[in-house]
C-alpha cells in the first residue's frame, strides 16, 4: 500500500568505491544521505483525496443544512400577501440570485483582467519604480466605504447593474493586484536564475516559472476579492442593480423578518458557496509539486 | 600568447592548450561605481579541464562566472567562445550551449524531476522520444535510478539528490562548456565529498570545458586541472597546476590564501612509485644466519634492520638489542612491521603510516606483499625539495622569457 523511499545512493557510493582515487574518504559513510531522505507514503488516490481535503467538505455541509433550514422555516412560517409576493421563487428570488451571481462574476473578471497584468508589469524591473505609488493609489481606493464607490459610480455611470461591476472591480483591485506583486516577488531568485541561465528568453521565464509559482498567492487574492465582492454585490440594489440585497430591502421596508431573514440567509449561504468553488478552483490550479 | 595586463607574477601554464573560451580584457563596471567589479580580465580557459576560480569572499570570482555566459553583460572586452566572438550575440541562444549549476541549485519546484532535465532540449526543439531518452540517461549518468526519480518533484529529493539533478539539468543539451558556481557548497561535507568525486568520474568520461567557483581553496586543489588564484576585482594572482601552485605560491596573497599545510596538501600529488627508494636500510632475510645479520647491521649506518620472510613479506624491524639475544627467533624479534604502503599510494598516505609506525619509515611492498624497498622521512624532505626546486625554476623560465618577450618588442603578443 505504501512505498517508502529506497536508498537512492547505494549505485553513487559504490562507484565512488571502484574509482581508483586515493582522494575519496567518504566510503566509511555509504548510508550517510538516507538520514535526511524524506519519507513520501503514497496513499491510494482516493483515500489521499478526502484525507488532504477534508476542509473542502465542511462548506457545502453548512450549505445545504442551512438552505435546508431555511427552505422549511419559509414553508412552515404563516405568510402575509405582501411576503408570498416577495418570496415567489420565480419572479424575485430566482432572478434576483442570478444578477447577484453574474455581478460577481464580471466584477471579479474585470478585476482579474485588470489587476493581473499590472501586477506582471510592476513587478519588471523597468515599471518597479511606479509599483510603489499605483498600490498607495489603490490602498486609498479600498479605504473609500463600497458604499461611498457605489454612489460616486452611480453619479458618473448613472444606474444599472454595470455601474455596480465598474465599481465593485475597482475596489477588489487592490488584494488581486497586490498579491499577484507579492506571487510574483516571492518566486526564489535562484530558480528565476537558473532558468534564465539555461537560456531561458524572459517571458519564458515569466511563462514558465515566475507565474505557475505565483498562482497560489495570486489565486488567494481572487478568492479574497470574489468574497468582498459577493458580499458587496448585497448593496448594488441602491443603485439600481438588483441582487439579493432587494429582498433584504423588501424586508426592511416591509418590516417582515421572514423576507428579511430570508435575503440574509440566502446573500450569506451565496457567499459561502462562492468561496468553496474558489477554494477548488484554489486546489485545482495550484501546481503540484508545491 | 602573453599579455601585458597580466601581472608578470601571475604565470601561465606552459604549453598553452586550445582555449574553449578565451576573455579577453573583460571588465564589469557597475553604473554609478567608479571601481571596477572585475578589471580588466585576461583568462583562458582550455579546452576538456576543469579550471577552479578561487579567492576571498568579495573577489568577483562568481561576476567573472556570470560574465562568461552574459548573465552580467561585460563593459568592456572580448569573449570568445570556440573561436566565435559572442560579445554582442544573443545571450538566451548563448546559454543553451552553456551549462550553468548554481549553489543554490534552482530546481523548478513545480516541475517533475524529468520536466527539470528537459528545460534545455525542449529550447532546443528536441523531439520527445530523444528528450525521454537523454533525461534517463542524464540520471543514470549522475546515479539516480530513473525509474524512482523520473515524477518525482524537487521536494521530495535530499539536499545531494537535488544536486545531483541539478548537475544532470546542466548537461541536458549535452553543452560543451559548463559553469558552475560554488555547487557543492551548501552541502554536507560527507555527501560533499562523494559528490566530488562522482563528478569527477563523470568528468573523466565526459571531458567537458568546466569553469568551477569557489571559495574553498582544498575543493579548488581537488577539482582543478588549473587553478586560477583570483585578488580583488578578479584579478589573477597565480595561474597553475594545483601541484605548482602548492610547491610555489608567487607571491604572499597566494601564500596566505592557500594557508598552512599547503606543503602537506601537496604530498597528495605525488605517488610512491615514482621515488627513489632508500637503498643504505640493511635487510635479512628471516633464515640469516645471526653473525650475517649482526655484520650487515654494524656496515650500516641506520639503527633499524628489515626483517622478511621466505616470501620476501617484510616482518619484523630488529635492532642490535634483539640481534644480541639469541632466544628470541628473528620472526618473533623486535618490532612488528605495520607500516607499509602500496606503490601506487600518495605521498600524504606514506607520511601518515610513517608517522603512526613505531620504526618512523615505511615498507613500500607490491600487491603480493612482498618488499619493495624503505621509505624514510629524508626521502620525503628530497621530494618537497625537488617539487620546490622545479616550481621555481619554472617561474624563473618564465620570467626569462617574458624578459626577452618585452625586449623583442613582442610583449604584448599581438
Redesign the interface.
Given at each position: 500500500m505504501s512505498t517508502p523511499?529506497?536508498d537512492?545512493?547505494a549505485?553513487?557510493?559504490e562507484?565512488?568505491m571502484n574509482?581508483?582515487?586515493?582522494?575519496?574518504?567518504?566510503d566509511a559513510?555509504p548510508d550517510?544521505?538516507l538520514s535526511?531522505?524524506?519519507s513520501?507514503y503514497r496513499l491510494p488516490p482516493g483515500f489521499r483525496l478526502i484525507k488532504t481535503n477534508i476542509g473542502l467538505f465542511i462548506t457545502p455541509l453548512i450549505v445545504l443544512i442551512g438552505g435546508a433550514a431555511l427552505y422549511f422555516y419559509v414553508q412552515s412560517a404563516d405568510k402575509i400577501f405582501q411576503d408570498e409576493r416577495a418570496l415567489d421563487w420565480n419572479r424575485n428570488l430566482k432572478p434576483q440570485l442570478e444578477q447577484h451571481l453574474s455581478i460577481t462574476m464580471w466584477a471579479t473578471l474585470f478585476t482579474i483582467v485588470m489587476a493581473v497584468p499590472l501586477g506582471v508589469l510592476l513587478t519588471r524591473p523597468r515599471y518597479k519604480r511606479a509599483g510603489a505609488p499605483i498600490l498607495a493609489v489603490a490602498t486609498s481606493g479600498q479605504a473609500i466605504p463600497a458604499f461611498g464607490l457605489l454612489v460616486l459610480a452611480f453619479a458618473w455611470l448613472g444606474r444599472g447593474p454595470w455601474t455596480t461591476i465598474w465599481a465593485l472591480s475597482l475596489f477588489t483591485l487592490l488584494p488581486v493586484l497586490r498579491n499577484t506583486m507579492v506571487g510574483l516577488e516571492q518566486v526564489?531568485r535562484?530558480?528565476?536564475?537558473?532558468?534564465?541561465?539555461?537560456?531561458?528568453?524572459k517571458r519564458?521565464a515569466l511563462r514558465?516559472?515566475e507565474l505557475?509559482?505565483a498562482v497560489p498567492v495570486i489565486l488567494a487574492g481572487v478568492r479574497t476579492a470574489l468574497v468582498i465582492t459577493v458580499g458587496m454585490a448585497a448593496l448594488a440594489f441602491l443603485i439600481g442593480g438588483g441582487g439579493l440585497g432587494e429582498t433584504i430591502s423588501a424586508g426592511l421596508k416591509l418590516s417582515r423578518d421572514l423576507v428579511l431573514i430570508t435575503g440574509a440567509v440566502m446573500t450569506a449561504l451565496v457567499a459561502l458557496t462562492v468561496d468553496w468553488i474558489a477554494a477548488l478552483i484554489e486546489k485545482t490550479l495550484r501546481?503540484?509539486?508545491? | 600568447m602573453t599579455d601585458l595586463a597580466t601581472p608578470p607574477n601571475a604565470g601561465t601554464p606552459d604549453a598553452e592548450p586550445k582555449a574553449m573560451i578565451q576573455l579577453q580584457g573583460v571588465g564589469k563596471t557597475y553604473p554609478g561605481s567608479t571601481v571596477p567589479a572585475v578589471a580588466d580580465l585576461d583568462l583562458h580557459i582550455p579546452v576538456g579541464e576543469i579550471l577552479v576560480l578561487v579567492g576571498p569572499s568579495g573577489c568577483g570570482k562568481s561576476t567573472t562566472l556570470r560574465l562568461i555566459n552574459r548573465m552580467i553583460e561585460p563593459t568592456s572586452g572580448r569573449i570568445i567562445f570556440d573561436g566565435e566572438d559572442v560579445t554582442t550575440v544573443n545571450p538566451d541562444m548563448l546559454r543553451r550551449r552553456i551549462g550553468y549549476v548554481i549553489q543554490q541549485i534552482g530546481l523548478f519546484p513545480h516541475q517533475t524531476i524529468a520536466q527539470n532535465i528537459a528545460t534545455v532540449p525542449k529550447l532546443l526543439g528536441w523531439d520527445k522520444k530523444r528528450i525521454a531518452a537523454r533525461v534517463d540517461e542524464l540520471l543514470e549518468m549522475t546515479g539516480l535510478d530513473p525509474n524512482q526519480f523520473r515524477d518525482r518533484y524537487p521536494k521530495e529529493l535530499s539536499g545531494g539528490q537535488a544536486q545531483r539533478v541539478g548537475v544532470a539539468r546542466a548537461l541536458g543539451g549535452d553543452p560543451e562548456v559548463l559553469l558552475m558556481d560554488e555547487p557543492f557548497g551548501a552541502i554536507d561535507p560527507i555527501t560533499r565529498d562523494r559528490l566530488q568525486n562522482e563528478f569527477l568520474r563523470l568528468q573523466g568520461d565526459l571531458k567537458k570545458t568546466i569553469v568551477f567557483v569557489t571559495h574553498d581553496i582544498d575543493e579548488a586543489i581537488k577539482m582543478g586541472d588549473r587553478i586560477a588564484i583570483l585578488g580583488e576585482q578578479s584579478v589573477i594572482r597565480q595561474f597553475d597546476t594545483p601541484e605548482r601552485i602548492l610547491a610555489y605560491p608567487v607571491d604572499d596573497f597566494v601564500a596566505d590564501f592557500i594557508g598552512a599545510g599547503s606543503t602537506l596538501k601537496g604530498l597528495n600529488f605525488e605517488r610512491v612509485r615514482d621515488l627513489q627508494l632508500a637503498d643504505d636500510w640493511p635487510i635479512i632475510s628471516v633464515d640469516t644466519s645471526r653473525e650475517d645479520a649482526q655484520r650487515l647491521y654494524d656496515a650500516s649506518p641506520e639503527k633499524w634492520m628489515l626483517v622478511l620472510d621466505s616470501e620476501q613479506r617484510p616482518i619484523r624491524w630488529v635492532n642490535d638489542h634483539h640481534l644480541a639475544d639469541p632466544g628470541t627467533p628473528l620472526d618473533r624479534a623486535g618490532a612488528v612491521v605495520n607500516a607499509k604502503v602500496m606503490p601506487n599510494a600518495t605521498l600524504h598516505d606514506a607520511l601518515e603510516e610513517m608517522l603512526l609506525s613505531n620504526a618512523g619509515q615505511a615498507v613500500v611492498v607490491d600487491e603480493k606483499g612482498r618488499c619493495q624497498g624503505i621509505l624514510d622521512i629524508e626521502r620525503l624532505a628530497d621530494v618537497l625539495k625537488r617539487l620546490r626546486s622545479q616550481a621555481k625554476k619554472h617561474y624563473e623560465a618564465l620570467a626569462v622569457q617574458e624578459a626577452a618577450d618585452l625586449a623583442n618588442g613582442s610583449g604584448a603578443g599581438h
Open positions: 523511499v529506497q537512492t545512493d549505485l553513487g557510493s562507484a565512488a574509482l581508483d582515487d586515493v582522494r575519496a574518504v567518504n559513510y550517510h544521505e535526511d531522505e524524506l513520501t526564489d535562484s530558480v528565476i536564475e537558473a532558468g534564465r541561465g539555461m537560456g531561458l528568453t519564458q514558465h516559472i505557475p509559482l501546481p503540484s509539486g508545491l | -
